[in-house]
T-cell receptor, first 113, second 116 residues
Framework: KQEVTQIPAALSVPEGENLVLNCSFT??????LQWFRQDPGKGLTSLLL?????REQTSGRLNASLDKSSGRSTLYIAASQPGDSATYLC????????????FGTGTRLTIIP | KAGVTQTPRYLIKTRGQQVTLSCSPI?????VSWYQQTPGQGLQFLFE???????NKGNFPGRFSGRQFSNSRSEMNVSTLELGDSALYLC???????????????FGPGTRLLVL
C-alpha cells in the first residue's frame, strides 16, 4: 500500500527566502508525481507534474525533483512571496491498473512579509 | 475554457439522510475522480470514472457510490449519512486514461458537506 509523507507539516519563512518542501513515498512503482497547492477552503491547483522517467520539472520560480529509487521528491520555491502562502500537497499516481492518486499529508507554508 | 465545476458548494444534512453531489469536468475531459478531504485523514481517493465506467475504487464503504454520464458529468451519492462523512468532497477531471500519456488532474472547488 502506497504511503506518502510530507515533512514538515508547517513551515514559516521570511519573504524573499528560497525554500524546499519534501515528499517521500514508500512504493517506487509510480506513474507520475504531482505537486498541488491548496488555498484555505478551496480546491487544488496543479503546480508541476513529473513523469516517473523524469528527474525534474520547472515552472517559473518552482522546481520539482524526483528520485524514484529513493522514494523522494522536493519542491523548491525561489524568492518566496506572501502569495505563496498555502498548503502544498504532493500526490503519486500508481502504474496502470492502480491509477489512483495517493496524497501526502501536506505542508502548510506561511511566507512572512 | 471553463474549469471543473461542482454543485452545490455547501450542504448541510442530518444523520441518516442521503446526498448527491455533482461534478462537471472540463470540456473534452473523459476521466473524473472523486476525493474526500478531512482534517484527520487528509485527501483520500473515492473512485474514478472513465467513459461511464468505474475504473478504480478506494477503500470506502458501499454507502459511497458514483456514476458518470455520457457527457462525462459525474455524480456521487452517499446514503445513510454519518457524522464522519462531514468533509470537503473534491472532483478532478483529466483528459484521458493515464496510459495515454502524462496526466494532470484539474480539481474543482469542492462541495463542503456538514452532517449534523
Amino acid at each position: 500500500k502506497q504511503e506518502v509523507t510530507q515533512i514538515p507539516a508547517a513551515l514559516s519563512v521570511p519573504e524573499g527566502e528560497n525554500l524546499v518542501l519534501n515528499c517521500s513515498f514508500t512504493d517506487s512503482a509510480i506513474y507520475n508525481l504531482q505537486w498541488f497547492r491548496q488555498d484555505p477552503g478551496k480546491g487544488l491547483t496543479s503546480l508541476l507534474l513529473i513523469q516517473s522517467s523524469q528527474r525534474e520539472q520547472t515552472s517559473g520560480r518552482l522546481n520539482a525533483s524526483l528520485d524514484k529509487s529513493s522514494g523522494r521528491s522536493t519542491l523548491y520555491i525561489a524568492a518566496s512571496q506572501p502569495g505563496d502562502s498555502a498548503t502544498y500537497l504532493c500526490a503519486v499516481r500508481g502504474n496502470f491498473g492502480n491509477e489512483k492518486l495517493t496524497f501526502g499529508t501536506g505542508t502548510r507554508l506561511t511566507i512572512i512579509p | 475554457k471553463a474549469g471543473v465545476t461542482q454543485t452545490p458548494r455547501y450542504l448541510i444534512k442530518t444523520r441518516g439522510q442521503q446526498v448527491t453531489l455533482s461534478c462537471s469536468p472540463i470540456s473534452g475531459h473523459r476521466s473524473v475522480s472523486w476525493y474526500q478531504q478531512t482534517p484527520g485523514q487528509g485527501l483520500q481517493f473515492l473512485f474514478e470514472y472513465f467513459s461511464e465506467t468505474q475504473r478504480n475504487k478506494g477503500n470506502f464503504p458501499g454507502r459511497f457510490s458514483g456514476r458518470q454520464f455520457s457527457n462525462s458529468r459525474s455524480e456521487m451519492n452517499v446514503s445513510t449519512l454519518e457524522l464522519g462523512d462531514s468533509a470537503l468532497y473534491l472532483c478532478a477531471s483529466s483528459l484521458e486514461a493515464p496510459a495515454g500519456g502524462p496526466e494532470t488532474q484539474y480539481f474543482g472547488p469542492g462541495t463542503r458537506l456538514l452532517v449534523l
